[in-house]
T-cell receptor, first 114, second 113 residues
Framework: GEDVEQSLFLSVREGDSSVINCTYT??????LYWYKQEPGAGLQLLTY?????DMKQDQRLTVLLNKKDKHLSLRIADTQTGDSAIYFC??????????????FGQGTTLQVKP | AAGVIQSPRHLIKEKRETATLKCYPI?????VYWYQQGPGQDPQFLIS???????DKGSIPDRFSAQQFSDYHSELNMSSLELGDSALYFC????????????FGPGTRLTVL
């Protein structure tokens, strides 16, 4: 079955780059998402990538996908204190028989120190 | 832009009571997903609906039921509540049976005492 794994905690200094990593196990075509969750709040969609892509950039966010290793990373440039949150990687298998449910990783808590 | 609306935002119930959570998807979205997020955990898929029919079912207890109505809003009914049901319940909406990008509501925080 599908499984998504993330490291649990990352601490960086304001202005540095943050890199949050995720691995997934599904072998078929899949969409991979990054969501941000602030304390007690909902899930905010940040960006996503399809498994036939290598990279996607959106302002301060860069997503890199290594299909061979099934490894996904989210890089946040010039990290700000407002970026402190939990970041969830999620997989949505695509294709016949799939109904779109998301499988989430455990979430990575990003702590940004001033 | 309109977002997913969930009500109520907070709900406190006693054990063995019932609760009803409501979800109003983004206009023109025909698919609704329900997820449960326990304290310190990742969201877990419960159930989904496409065009008012159940499309998938995850780890949803038999005490829970859900449906999607003709206006595409959805309700999650929870009976015989247990302490372990205390969680954040998220609804997400998208278009199409196979999914599409899911946009999440703010969640309903259910506390069972």
């Amino acid at each position: 079955g599908e499984d998504v794994e993330q490291s649990l905690f990352l601490s960086v200094r304001e202005g540095d780059s943050s890199v949050i990593n995720c691995t997934y196990t599904d072998s078929s075509s899949t969409y991979l998402y990054w969501y941000k969750q602030e304390p007690g709040a909902g899930l905010q969609l940040l960006t996503y990538i399809f498994s036939n892509m290598d990279m996607k950039q959106d302002q301060r966010l860069t997503v890199l996908l290594n299909k061979k290793d099934k490894h996904l990373s989210l890089r946040i440039a010039d990290t700000q204190t407002g970026d402190s949150a939990i970041y969830f990687c999620a997989e949505r298998p695509y294709g016949s028989g799939n109904t779109g449910k998301l499988i989430f990783g455990q979430g990575t808590t990003l702590q940004v120190k001033p | 832009a309109a977002g997913v609306i969930q009500s109520p935002r907070h709900l406190i119930k006693e054990k063995r009571e019932t609760a009803t959570l409501k979800c109003y998807p983004i206009p023109r979205h025909d698919t609704v997903y329900w997820y449960q997020q326990g304290p310190g955990q990742d969201p877990q898929f419960l159930i989904s609906f496409y065009e008012k029919m159940q499309s998938d079912k995850g780890s949803i207890p038999d005490r829970f039921s859900a449906q999607q109505f003709s206006d595409y809003h959805s309700e999650l009914n929870m009976s015989s509540l247990e302490l372990g049901d205390s969680a954040l319940y998220f609804c997400a909406s998208s278009t199409g049976l196979a999914g599409g990008t899911q946009y999440f509501g703010p969640g309903t925080r259910l506390t069972v005492l």
